[in-house]
């Protein structure tokens, strides 16, 4: 069974602050998705990253696949009220199945 | 309509009672797949059709589940002789292909189980 940690778990801070949460496995993928889940709803798709080394950007979130394809990171920039949500991040290995993190809990103060 | 729908959003049932979770996904979409999340977890993969073929069921916890997609469009979760232990949160997500690769899972709001 490949392990799966997502670090910090909990992070609260104020807005405007910095952040990066992590996304660390003992197993090689081929993809890995980054997803944000707000209480009540499922999870929505924010990035798909394919290569090692791959640093995608949106907006003020910046996602990087690490080189060897076993761990990810997600820098938020200036972090608003409106990124408060669980970040769950899912790798996969070219098939269907994703196997999702326990996430992040992201609150952002006001 | 335009996203993923499940009913009921929310189900309390007593232990022992059965219950049929419902999902409607995307219209078109090929692939289907059921989560459950426990409080405070990710989502945990349960099983995944492609159109009306169960490809893959070996999430599921035990035999009192049971999952259908007969005409591989809406898709329903059954649980028999429910359980505590089975309160959590269960996803229905589609994807438009077939699921190899780096589709995306559209997901739906859940149905919160309750088992009192």
């Known amino acids: 069974t490949q392990l799966l940690e997502q670090s910090p778990q909990f992070l609260s801070i104020q807005e405007g602050e910095n952040l990066t949460v992590y996304c660390n496995s003992s197993?090689?993928?081929?993809?890995l998705q980054w997803y944000r889940q707000e209480p009540g709803e499922g999870p929505v798709l924010l990035v798909t990253?394919?290569?090692?080394?791959e640093v995608k950007k949106l907006k003020r979130l910046t996602f990087q696949f690490g080189d060897a394809r076993k761990d990810s990171s997600l820098h938020i920039t200036a972090a608003q009220p409106g990124d408060t949500g669980l970040y769950l991040c899912a790798p996969t290995s070219g098939t269907y199945k994703y196997i999702f993190g326990t996430g992040t809990r992201l609150k952002v103060l006001a | 309509g335009a996203g993923v729908s499940q009913s009921p959003r929310y189900k309390v049932a007593k232990r022992g009672q059965d219950v049929a979770l419902r999902c409607d996904p995307i219209s078109g979409h090929v692939s289907l797949f059921w989560y459950q999340q426990a409080l405070g977890q990710g989502p945990e993969f349960l099983t995944y059709?492609?159109?009306?073929?169960?490809?893959?069921k070996s999430g599921l916890p035990s035999d009192r589940f049971f999952a259908e997609r007969p005409e591989g469009s809406v898709s329903t979760l059954k649980i028999q002789r429910t359980q505590q232990e089975d309160s959590a949160v269960y996803l229905c997500?589609?994807?438009?292909?077939?699921?190899?690769?780096?589709?995306?899972?559209?997901f739906g709001p859940g149905t919160r189980l309750t088992v009192l």
């Open positions: 059709f492609q159109n009306e073929a169960q490809l893959d």
């Open positions: 997500a589609s994807s438009l292909g077939s699921g190899r690769g780096y589709n995306e899972q559209f």
């Open positions: 990253v394919v290569t090692g080394g």
């Open positions: 197993s090689v993928f081929s993809s």
